[in-house]
Structure formats: C-alpha cells, structure tokens
T-cell receptor, first 115, second 110 residues
Framework: AQKITQTQPGMFVQEKEAVTLDCTYDTSDQSYGLFWYKQPSSGEMIFLIYQGSYDEQNATEGRYSLNFQKARKSANLVISASQLGDSAMYFCAMSLLGGAQKLVFGQGTRLTINP | DSGVTQTPKHLITATGQRVTLRCSPR?????VYWYQQSLDQGLQFLIQ???????AKGNILERFSAQQFPDLHSELNLSSLELGDSALYFCASSVGNTIYFGEGSWLTVV
C-alpha cells in the first residue's frame, strides 16, 4: 500500500520568500507518480505539478518546482517568490502507474503568506 | 478552470434521503474518478470509471453507487444519507498521468 506523509500541519512565510513544503512517500512499487495540489479556502482542488518516478529531471511549472529525491522517497514542493494568493492548503499525493490511478493523499499543509 | 464540471455546487438534505451528484469530465478524458473529502477522513478515493466500465473501487460505502454514461459524464448516487456523509465530493478526470479535479460538490446532511 502507498502512504504519503506531510509533517508540516501549518507554515507561515513572508511574501516574496521561497517556501518548501515537505512530502515523503512510501511504496514498494517502482512505477508511480507524485502530485501536488492546492486547495484555497473556496474548496476547489487545483493541480500544480506532476513527477513520474522515472523522470530524471525535477518537474517545474512556473513558480513551482518539485524536489524529487528518489532514494529518500521525498517529493518536496518549492514555491519561489511567494505571493499572498499562495495562501491555501497544499496536498501531496501519489498514484501507481500502469493501472487504476487511485490517488493517495497526505494530510496537507496549510500555508499562510504574510504581507 | 480545470475543465471538469460538477453539479450541484452545494446541497443540503436530510438524513435518510438520496442525492445524485453529477460530473462532466474534461473533453476527451475517458476516466472519471470520485473522491470524498471529510474533516475526519481526509481525501479518500471512492471509485473510478473508464469509458463506461468500473475500473477501481476504494472506500466506497454500499449505500453509494456510481455510473458512467456513454457520453462519459458520471453520476454518484448517495442514499440513506447519514450525518457523517457530510463532505466535499470531488470528481476528477485524467489525461495521461495528470489528474484534474472539479470544483467539488458540498454536501451537508442535517
């Protein structure tokens, strides 16, 4: 079974600073995908970034990058130059590849950006 | 906008009642997933359909059922509702390895 652990229940960061949200995962499978989602207070679940287990380069999407360390089983999200609109819950998730893509989610990290 | 459409956005209903949540996936996406987000359980996978066929089942209660229609839209039916079924229900669809969520349907059971 897969498991995602997000150890930071909440984080407070000054606007324009970079922030790293931690995520570790556990699986015995070799083919898997790692995801980050943002959930603002309005409730929608916004896809941010995806990393496949066989991808050699870390994924990047604009201000978001995923620091993938396979040996450590970690997939931290880095947000550069944080903005007030980045305040939200952030969820790390994983799924196995090649079959049903059931996402397993972590408990989330609530990020607050201070002006 | 993820392209996944869910209706209704909010509904309030009484215990024992039945509701239907509707989802239209992104254009061309054959897979539809349903997830439940509650305060005590977090985000949980319920069920997946692929091109009309059930593909995977998660922690879905027997009181809940789903289907995917030929036009690829999906419905999640929740019956004999209990207070604990109050949650945010998400539909998602996928293209390749990327999974996009709709805005969710907030269900309150009173």
């Amino acid at each position: 079974a897969q498991k995602i652990t997000q150890t930071q229940p909440g984080m407070f960061v000054q606007e324009k600073e970079a922030v790293t949200l931690d995520c570790t995962y556990d699986t015995s499978d070799q083919s898997y995908g790692l995801f980050w989602y943002k959930q603002p207070s309005s409730g929608e679940m916004i896809f941010l970034i995806y990393q496949g287990s066989y991808d050699e380069q870390n994924a990047t999407e604009g201000r978001y990058s995923l620091n993938f360390q396979k040996a450590r089983k970690s997939a931290n999200l880095v947000i550069s130059a944080s903005q007030l609109g980045d305040s939200a819950m952030y969820f790390c998730a994983m799924s196995l590849l090649g079959g049903a893509q059931k996402l397993v989610f972590g408990q989330g990290t609530r990020l607050t950006i201070n002006p | 906008d993820s392209g996944v459409t869910q209706t209704p956005k909010h509904l309030i209903t009484a215990t024992g009642q039945r509701v239907t949540l509707r989802c239209s996936p992104r254009s061309g996406d054959l897979s539809v997933y349903w997830y439940q987000q509650s305060l005590d359980q977090g985000l949980q996978f319920l069920i997946q359909y692929y091109n009309g066929e059930e593909r995977a089942k998660g922690n879905i209660l027997e009181r809940f059922s789903a289907q995917q229609f030929p036009d690829l839209h999906s419905e999640l039916n929740l019956s004999s509702l209990e207070l604990g079924d109050s949650a945010l229900y998400f539909c998602a669809s996928s293209v390749g390895n990327t999974i996009y969520f709709g805005e969710g349907s907030w269900l309150t059971v009173v």
